[in-house]
């Protein structure tokens, strides 16, 4: 029997990466994360709704429209939700300045966290080189991704039936791979640049599904994450200490309910000595 869960209320939540209209979505995840975290902001940065999927061939299943109603329903009760297209949701980009209701839908936001740092927001593609200069690239890439996401399903579907919780084979790989932590480093330091040439304390971006908190030579770099793989958010506290917490821990006994973990950063990272 699953003991019950409080609901944790924090000043401000940024989730990115959720792709919705793709199998690998975890809708599920992402909606117990919703039902029992609140915030007074909420950011979307970006990558929500995979419009490339969507062209290829259509995928909608009732999850993906239960989560679209549970943030549109945040917005309605008079949370500040803020959104920010990525590439994979580009065409909203058509509409940067127009609010959508009371939704704004700008490229990049300032946030101020309580205790008066000051961080850019933003999706992070515009300083992906393969995204802005080779897009065709990118599509290839993401058709592999795509394919490791499928071996992913198929791993814990067997890990489900011999009472193991959720592990992401394609981070795995990811984070084993020299080539894709190389280019993860090379983004951290140019979002961190961008940081510190536009005289800001951090930057919150997503984009690359690798959920990170650390310090880059005196400016914050901080990634939510996604809800295919690792199943994160950052969150701000009402102190304005940021938090990521990750939701891929499930019950044994049922997909739909993740337990709640967080995950601290006590300790810098200086790229230099990385």
């Keep these: 029997m699953t003991e ?20 690998a979505c975890k809708a599920e995840y992402l909606l117990d ?3 029992y ?42 949370d500040k939700v803020y959104y920010l297209p990525g590439n994979h949701d580009e065409a909203a980009r058509l509409f940067l300045g127009i609010n959508f209701g009371t939704i704004p839908i700008e490229d990049e936001f300032v946030h101020e966290t309580a205790d008066g740092k000051r961080f850019l927001v933003i999706h992070g593609d515009q300083y992906d080189v393969v995204v802005k200069y080779a897009k065709w690239l990118a599509h290839i890439g993401d058709k592999a991704y795509v394919l490791l996401l499928g071996l992913n399903t198929g791993v814990n579907a067997i890990r489900r039936r ?17 080539q894709a932590v190389e280019f993860v480093g090379r983004f951290e330091r140019a979002l ?3 940081a510190r040439r536009r005289g800001l304390d951090g930057v919150i971006c997503g984009h690359v599904h690798t959920a990170e908190f650390k310090e880059i030579d005196g400016v914050t770099y901080c990634n939510d994450g996604d809800w295919v793989e690792s199943c994160t958010a950052l969150v701000e506290h009402f102190d304005g200490r940021l938090e990521i917490v990750h939701w891929a821990r499930i019950d044994h006994d049922t997909m739909a309910t993740p337990r ?15």
């Design 192 to 194: 961190s640049d961008e």
């Design 37 to 78: 975290n609140e915030s007074e902001e909420l950011y979307l940065v970006g990558d929500i709704i995979d419009g490339w999927r969507l062209k290829q061939s259509w995928y909608w299943p009732q999850a993906h429209n239960d989560v679209v109603q549970k943030l549109l329903r945040r917005a309605r009760k008079g």
């Design 162 to 178: 011999l009472g193991f919780s959720y592990w992401s084979l394609s981070a795995y790989m990811k984070g084993r791979a020299k």
């Design 33 to 35: 994360f919703l039902k």
């Design 260 to 274: 709640h973990q967080t995950r601290r950063y006590p300790k810098a990272v200086d790229s230099k000595a990385a």
């Design 4 to 23: 019950p869960r409080e609901v944790r209320r924090y000043r401000t939540i940024f989730i990115s990466d959720v792709h919705l209209g793709t199998r």
